[in-house]
């Protein structure tokens, strides 16, 4: 007979199940990554081969109202923002980012990694006219990308390391999220507008209410991007919004056990998301005919900032401002992990490539020689701070410990 009590005799397992969770997601979202490499790949390959006018061409094929390379970028991307958004929402509720000192450091490292590579970007652009507008290109993790490159060196990279990398790149999604709204909204539409904000309401009712069957938020959800993409606002923040209003019903209890519709609709969508939507973009707007764009547009002021920003800026400003949070006591260095490895982790933050992608295309919205620009830019920075990172990370492996004769 075991007299322990309840709560002591089942806290190991919830822990590991916890910490299973956490691993469980890293690595969906590393082999993610790895697939979203090849679609993008695959699209460079495809825009510079005989099939070149096939894959553009299909890009531009209308289907309804809007083109094929439009629902990819406003209809699927929402779906991928949706996801998004709940990750944002369960991490600062039950998860990473839930406490204080749990945010303290990725947010300081988001901050800082946001701010330099703008910096970076606006510098080099500054006497090239139209060029401002793509500032926070450079600004974004891809978190796929990323954990992919990180899944790919196995042990040589800590745990602690990996949960860092992703608590940031979440912080600087949620960042992304906010200066898409503030600085990329077109002419807004008031009507549409106050019908949004109509079914927003009736969404955070739904919640107040205790409402915990999905199909309501859904269907809500649909009207809500219909009004969002005719308001002028762009159609993606449809699936953020959405997102913050699914219940998340947290139990301290029994931590690991997830019903609420939030992680219901989280991990019914992570496979679709990461292995569908992602990909799907990736290999839609990855296209750059180089051969077309010759080596005067991958000199061009916006390709060099984009390109500097991911690279240099990244790794300058994560760094940095991990290295401030921790000297000033204001967080901790994560577990087992080295200034080497966290430096190694500060360049990998530079690739930028889904995120990237979509801001660089509402920045530059009537010019296709930019957006190429900001895709040739993307593809450097990213492939740069990828090699080069995992480069440094290998270098900053601890060796394995053995054991005393």
């Not at 260095?333 to 360049?347: E, K, R, T």
Request: aromatic share 8%; with cysteine.
């Amino acid at each position: 007979m075991n007299d322990a009590p309840e709560p002591l005799r089942h806290a190991p397992s919830r822990r590991r199940r916890v910490r299973s969770a956490m691993r469980a997601f890293i690595e969906n979202e590393a082999l993610g990554g790895i697939v979203l490499m090849a679609a993008a790949a695959a699209g460079l390959i495809f825009a510079n081969s005989p099939l070149a006018p096939s894959y553009f061409g299909a890009l531009a094929a209308y289907l309804g109202p809007l083109s094929v390379l439009h629902w990819i970028n406003d209809g699927l991307m929402a779906v991928f923002f949706l996801l998004v958004g709940l990750e944002v929402k369960r991490e600062l509720i039950d998860g990473q980012l839930s406490t204080w000192s749990r945010r303290a450091l990725p947010g300081f490292a988001a901050v800082g990694g946001m701010a330099i590579p703008a910096l970076v970007y606006l510098v080099i652009v500054r006497d090239t006219p139209g060029a401002a507008p793509g500032w926070a290109t450079p600004a974004a993790t891809d978190i796929a990308f990323t954990l992919g490159v990180l899944a790919l060196l196995g042990r040589r990279v800590p745990v602690s390391l990996k949960i860092f990398v992703t608590a940031l790149a979440i912080v600087d999604d949620l960042g992304a999220v906010v200066i898409i709204a503030a600085f990329y909204t077109a002419e807004l539409h008031l009507p549409w507008l106050g019908a949004a904000g109509a079914i927003l309401a009736l969404l955070a009712i739904l919640n107040r209410l205790g409402v915990m069957r999905l199909w309501p938020y859904l269907l809500a959800g649909v009207v809500l991007w219909v009004c969002v993409l005719q308001s002028g606002v762009h159609a993606t923040l449809a699936g953020v919004a959405l997102a913050f209003t699914i219940p998340l019903k947290p139990s301290p209890a029994r931590p690991d056990v997830a019903t609420s519709p939030l992680h219901i609709l989280e991990h019914g969508l992570q496979r679709w998301v990461a292995f569908g939507v992602v990909p799907i973009f990736g290999f839609a707007n990855a296209g750059v005919s180089l051969t077309a764009l010759g080596l005067e547009a991958m000199l061009a002021p916006v390709t060099l900032g984009v390109a500097l920003g991911l690279f240099l800026g990244k790794q300058v400003g994560v760094f940095a401002a991990t290295a401030a949070a921790v000297r000033l006591r204001l967080a901790d260095l994560p577990d087992h992990a080295s200034w080497a490895q966290v430096y190694g982790a500060s360049i990998l933050c530079g690739i930028g490539f889904t995120m990237s992608l979509f801001i660089g295309h509402l920045a530059f919205p009537g010019s296709p020689l930019l957006q190429d620009e900001v895709k040739l830019g993307v593809l450097a920075g990213s492939l740069l701070s990828a090699l080069v990172g995992a480069g440094v990370l290998i270098a900053a492996a601890r060796p394995p410990q053995t054991a005393p004769a």
